[in-house]
């Protein structure tokens, strides 16, 4: 069936995208890996290339266009070839819509050109060790001084995605104590210089997957921080949080069913190479039956996604849309990359095959941006349930 959820502009820049991956990522990516980041000159490559700019307002630098489906496109190609931009996603994806919504004129002038060339990149801390998914159980505090002047700020964050070589790391913090009536108020975003005294990077955090996404602990020891560099109200910071959080989903819901569609054409690649008993494994019954329940699930993820980012796009994306999304295509992702992995036999295992990588990688969508079990609340919640 024709998909039509994209324009010929995003086409467009779909062919850009993949032939910058060709040229320029997939010859270096086996060394990315090892390195287990992305290099910060290929960040400046990406800004270049207008990749951080599409949705920054065309005062500051960037495209001006409202669209996510162009961050769709560099999802799909990104796992059509099987590589990564790294925390590029984070910095776009996660941190941009904040800068966007509650930044103000002084501040989108400062940080939003260097945002769009990748000179300043940007991560968002809001995870804390022991606390998980219970952001209103966060210890970090920030004391506004006695002259009013800056915020002292002190704790820890860990699992942060981009976190060894953020510029500016967006940080959840208490500026004031939970009270038992609310536990989610006294939260604010600070938009913290990495480079600040008592700011530090512990350690880069060793993952099953994402390898070539730098993931870190952050803590912070009387970092202070200008009260101009607050984002959004005081205290209002889990609103702020909340309103972000159906994009943030759906940019998981795309990225798990690139990789489904990318795990089938893998494995339909391989098996019509590989022979067995002298037979091409791809003449044999079970695998066409398997590879076609694995199309048809990623015909049906194509489906939910495409509906969900026009959704989206119109500004009717709820929160219990985005949770359905979510959960069915991280599920069935699941389901459909174990299956190709084993159309490969041993070789599925090994880290050299791209399908080895994708299993790996696929496993974090159904945890991070909020468990597959808070997705099912979320959307028993919108049943009335």
Request: proline share 3%; with cysteine.
């Amino acid at each position: 069936m024709r998909r039509t959820v994209f324009t010929e502009d995003h086409e467009a820049f779909r062919r850009t995208i993949r032939d910058v991956i060709a040229a320029e990522v997939v010859p270096h990516y086996d060394e990315w890996r090892a390195a287990g980041a992305v290099p910060r000159e290929f960040y400046k490559r990406l800004g270049e290339l207008g990749v951080f700019g599409i949705e920054v307002p065309e005062e500051y630098g960037g495209a001006g266009q409202r669209s996510f489906k162009f961050q769709a496109v560099v999802t799909e190609e990104c796992a059509r070839a099987g590589v990564s931009f790294g925390a590029a996603g984070a910095h776009t994806a996660l941190c941009l819509p904040y800068l966007l919504r509650y930044g103000t004129e002084e501040q989108k002038r400062r940080w939003l050109p260097g945002f769009v060339s990748g000179e300043l990149m940007t991560a968002i801390a809001m995870t804390e060790p022991g606390t998980g998914s219970d952001l209103a159980g966060m210890r970090t505090t920030a004391r506004l001084s006695e002259d009013g002047t800056h915020y002292v700020l002190n704790g820890a964050k860990t699992f942060i995605t981009g976190g060894v070589q953020a510029d500016r790391v967006l940080v959840c913090a208490r500026t004031a104590p939970a009270t038992a009536e609310d536990r989610r108020g006294g939260i604010s975003i600070l938009v913290v210089d990495t480079s600040s005294e008592g700011y530090a990077v512990g350690r880069t955090l060793e993952k099953l997957g994402l390898k070539v996404s730098d993931t870190a602990e952050l803590s912070f020891t009387d970092v202070k921080v200008p009260v101009t560099d607050l984002l959004g109200e005081e205290g209002a910071a889990f609103g702020h949080l909340t309103h972000n959080l159906p994009q943030e989903r759906l940019g998981i819901a795309v990225g798990a069913y690139a990789q489904a569609a990318a795990a089938v054409e893998f494995a339909t690649a391989y098996v019509r190479d590989r022979t067995v008993f002298g037979k091409a494994v791809a003449s044999f019954q079970n695998t066409k039956f398997v590879l076609a329940d694995c199309r048809s699930e990623v015909d049906a993820m194509q489906a939910v996604v495409d509906r969900a980012l026009e959704a989206h796009d119109a500004g009717e994306l709820t929160a219990a849309d985005a949770a359905s999304a979510k959960l069915f295509t991280t599920e069935r992702a699941a389901v459909v990359v174990d299956k190709c992995l084993q159309l490969h036999g041993g070789y599925g295992y090994m880290m050299e095959y791209p399908i080895a990588r994708l299993y790996a990688d696929t496993r974090v969508t159904r945890i991070y941006g909020g468990t597959s079990e808070v997705m099912r609340s979320i959307i028993a919640k919108s049943m009335g349930l």
